[in-house]
């Protein structure tokens, strides 16, 4: 039987090969799915977060266990996707237009999937029209909205003002290395977190409230 603390280790420590092999191997003994998702897959990359936020771990350790985990949960997905356990909330995440950087917004996409969130990537260089689009399309409640650069962050007002002119029920919260919380207030964004920890957070509060 497989001892779902060892895939939580693995997680942490980012070992892609073994986090999947064990998440099969755990489906193939009959283990409940939601307690492979739980005790495995969230409680190590949780993990992972508490180890960055208080300096022990950086951004190279977080991607490669970020990495570890998707991995597991592609394993999981099917059964996830059954309906076996109700979504948090549905979720559009895309880098705004004129930044290509993804990272960050992958790895908070890959947490936000690990609590139970249904997410659509639409990737980098978006326009604001293409985001709404998007929400419209999937019935989101949450948008996602990602800038690096100093030169792409007001974008990310557009983005909000076309999501509002459109009438869209979905919020939209933004970050990234160059935004401040002061900042999305300025915009207007309904949320900010400065890191994939708190985005899951933020993302759980803006979409029970």
């Known amino acids: 039987m497989v001892d779902l603390i060892k895939i939580k280790e693995n997680v942490i420590k980012g070992e892609v090969d073994e986090v999947r092999d064990m998440v099969k191997k755990a489906v193939d003994e009959g283990q409940e799915v939601k307690k492979i998702l739980d005790e495995g897959l969230i409680s190590g990359i949780s993990i992972v977060g508490d180890k960055y936020e208080s300096g022990e771990f950086f951004l190279p350790e977080m991607v490669i266990a970020a990495t570890a985990m998707k991995e597991g949960l592609k394993v999981l997905s099917p059964f996830l996707l ?35 969130f249904t997410v659509t990537d639409i990737g980098v260089d978006v326009e604001p029209d293409k985001f709404v689009e998007a929400a419209k399309e999937n019935d989101a409640d949450l948008i996602g909205v990602s800038a690096l650069l100093t030169t792409t962050m007001m974008g990310m007002e557009d983005i909000i003002k076309a999501v509002r002119g459109a009438g869209l029920k979905a919020k939209v919260m933004i970050g990234g290395a160059s935004v ?30």
């Open 180 to 209: 401040t919380q002061e900042f999305a207030d300025e915009i207007g964004a309904d949320g900010y977190a400065p890191d994939a920890p708190s985005a899951v957070g933020k993302a759980k509060e803006l979409v029970k409230g």
């Open 82 to 116: 059954r309906g076996d356990i109700k979504t948090a909330g549905t979720v559009i995440m895309g880098t705004a237009k004129g930044d290509i950087h993804d990272i960050g917004k992958t790895i908070v996409g890959t947490m936000l999937e690990g609590a139970g």
